[in-house]
């Protein structure tokens, strides 16, 4: 019989380690840590306990400061605000209005437009209910009296395969220094007689025009059902996730580009962008984390993307937004038949959100390590370097091949059972084998559960056909030239 006290436990005792208890809740108001006047309205972390006011100051001034540590925008510059109607990217957008504002001391010089793409045809919304929600959707965006554009994810298949190059990084003259910039444009506000700079230029100018707005009309029904035969094909909810990424992040920057926008602002927190890091290390992107995850990302060339949201918390997020009634969006997830892991981004959620729960600098650990990582390994010198789908270096050069190449399903062209000739060039371009080498070691592995290449954007296939003939000639010349030197 086991006479094990209580106290030390008994053979029959749980040997879990005990989740961590809360304290009990302190029955009196805590004070404001900053003013010390008013009742703390929350706790962000253990004894940074704010009131509303303050509480509004330090969320205004965090956004302020990664703006002004950083320097990337400049003076009159054109910046398009990525907006998917979530908690991050409105309160992302309530920080630009009030820093344009006439009564803001030290205002944003900027120029801002926003886009939001309607993703309602593969996260399982009817036409009506897609509508109803461009519709609401286009009440916030209106409101802002910024320019605004509404896409949707069909228009991704009609992109031209040069979104699939980086852009020119900007003319061969050197580029001023920014404080150069910003006296040169504040000299440019008083010679206008605005006296300190009140308004910037194009925000006059909405690229959709003031008045009723009209009735959202949707993409046709032959391109919605392109569209979900090519989310159909997928063969696990990952690759649907990575697929969806992929497909709006090319419709925003061809939006950029054709609008002329100069950067991109998107509005990942730092949980989510602790989850992404977490996510892109087991998707095998490890080597481009510090891109996938920085404050910018540089890959395009001519578009950099931003992220000045990524130094708040979720928690932080939710609380401006319930305090300063900021709108929102509900966006519904990718419909999936798995309930308990439907796909490495979901599960990646869950598991963190769970730590953070018992461990609180669960995040916030997992965030400062990714500030430790150089992008240096995503950056290719040439088009033979550089993935075709996410536009980072190669990494399945040299040695690491070996260890690729076991993992990679090489298939036979899917022209061989129509009678072509495999060997013919447009047989080897139409084939998921010659994909390969164009691929990044995490794009390959997704984009072996992509389906079959018919179902594929034909921007995708037609830039890959474009690099294989490339890739082809240069061997030719190659080989002409050395046989012409023997």
Not at 69 to 94: D, Y
Not at 270 to 290: H, M, S
Not at 474 to 479: I, L, N, P
Request: net charge neutral.
């Amino acid at each position: 019989m086991c006479e094990a006290a209580a106290d030390d436990g008994g053979c029959g005792e749980d040997t879990a380690p005990a989740r961590r208890r809360r304290g009990p809740a302190q029955r009196h108001p805590r004070p404001c840590v900053k003013c010390g006047q008013g009742s703390a309205a929350l706790v962000i972390r253990v004894g940074d306990a704010f009131c509303r006011g303050c509480f509004r100051e330090y969320f205004v001034h965090k956004f302020r400061a990664v703006l002004g540590k950083n320097r990337v925008i400049f003076p009159g510059e054109k910046v398009l605000l990525a907006l998917s109607g979530g908690a991050a990217s409105s309160a992302m957008l309530r920080q630009v209005q009030e820093g344009l504002s006439r009564e803001t001391a030290k205002r944003l010089r900027f120029v801002p437009g926003l886009i939001y793409v309607d993703e309602g045809a593969v996260r399982g919304q009817s036409p009506a209910q897609r509508e109803q929600s461009l519709a609401s959707v286009e009440t916030l965006l209106r409101a802002t009296g910024f320019p605004y554009h509404l896409a949707h994810l069909e228009q991704a298949l009609e992109l031209p395969p040069s979104i699939l190059r980086p852009g020119p990084g900007g003319s061969g003259e050197p580029s001023p220094s920014y404080k150069e910039a910003v006296e040169g444009f504040i000299q440019q506000q008083w010679q206008e007689g605005d006296n300190g700079g009140t308004s910037l230029p194009g925000l006059g100018n909405p690229d959709t025009p003031a008045g009723k707005p009209p009735a959202p009309r949707l993409p046709p029904a032959a391109r919605t059902q392109e569209l979900l035969r090519l989310f159909g094909a997928a063969e696990t909810p990952t690759a649907r996730e990575e697929l969806l990424q992929m497909l709006r992040t090319h419709l925003i920057l061809q939006t950029a580009r054709t609008r002329g926008y100069a950067k991109v602002m998107t509005g990942e927190s730092c949980t989510r962008v602790a989850i992404k890091l977490l996510t892109n290390l087991a998707l095998g992107r490890g080597a481009f984390l510090a891109v996938d995850t920085g404050f910018l990302d540089d890959r395009h060339g001519d578009v950099l993307v931003v992220r000045p949201m990524r130094e708040y918390a979720a928690k932080e997020i939710a609380f401006y937004n319930h305090f300063f009634g900021v709108p929102t969006v509900v966006t519904p997830p990718l419909p999936t038949k798995r309930r308990d892991k439907p796909s490495i981004h979901r599960l990646m959620e869950r598991f963190l959100l769970g730590l953070q729960e018992d461990f609180p600098s669960t995040i916030s650990t997992v965030y400062r390590t990714g500030e430790k990582l150089s992008p240096a390994p995503a950056k290719a010198s040439s088009e033979s370097e550089r993935c075709l789908l996410c536009l980072c270096a190669l990494d399945i050069a040299g040695e690491e091949e070996l260890a690729l190449e076991p993992t990679l399903i090489m298939e036979e062209p899917e022209l061989e059972g129509n009678g072509c000739c495999q060997d013919t060039p447009a047989a080897g371009a139409e084939s998921k084998a010659a994909f390969i080498p164009l691929l990044c070691y995490g794009c390959c592995l997704t984009f072996k559960e992509l389906g079959p290449l018919a179902t594929l954007p034909p921007y995708v296939r037609a830039e890959a056909q474009r690099r294989i003939r490339r890739a082809e000639m240069e061997q030719r010349s190659q080989e002409d030239e050395g046989s012409g030197k023997s």
